[in-house]
């Protein structure tokens, strides 16, 4: 079954730093658009970042540019996102998810998902 599985979630303080990690299991990441998401207690998910297949394009939400980077390793199978300067309405579970469109990187063009992991910022 193709998994892609998230890490790197945490109890974190406001201010600081955490670094989630996306990798897939039985197939390659190489052709797939990847994007991050997350989810809020009481809140719907909503899309956080989302890199193309090369990484020569990524994209973000208003409230995570300039404090959130994505990128990508293809040689280790592996998708990134370097979470800086968090605060505590960061707090949520985070999925990553593949896509084959850069374009549609929203919620509907996502084929593959994670179960998600758990960031929480508080002090």
């Known amino acids: 079954q193709l998994q892609l599985v998230e890490s790197g979630g945490g109890l974190v303080q406001p201010g600081g730093s955490l670094r989630l990690s996306c990798a897939a299991s039985?197939?390659?990441?190489?052709?797939?658009?990847i994007g991050w998401f997350r989810q809020a207690p009481g809140k719907e998910r909503e899309g956080v970042s989302c890199i193309s297949s090369s990484g020569s394009s990524t994209d973000y939400t208003d409230s995570v540019k300039g404090r959130f980077t994505i990128s990508r390793d293809n040689a280790k199978n592996t998708v990134y996102l370097q979470m800086n300067s968090l605060k505590p309405e960061d707090t949520a579970v985070y999925y990553c998810?593949?896509?084959?469109?850069?374009?549609?990187?929203?919620?509907?063009?996502?084929?593959?998902w994670g179960k998600g992991t758990l960031v929480t910022v508080s002090s």
């Open positions: 998810a593949a896509g084959w469109s850069f374009r549609h990187c929203d919620q509907s063009g996502m084929i593959y």
């Open positions: 039985r197939f390659t990441l190489d052709y797939y658009a």
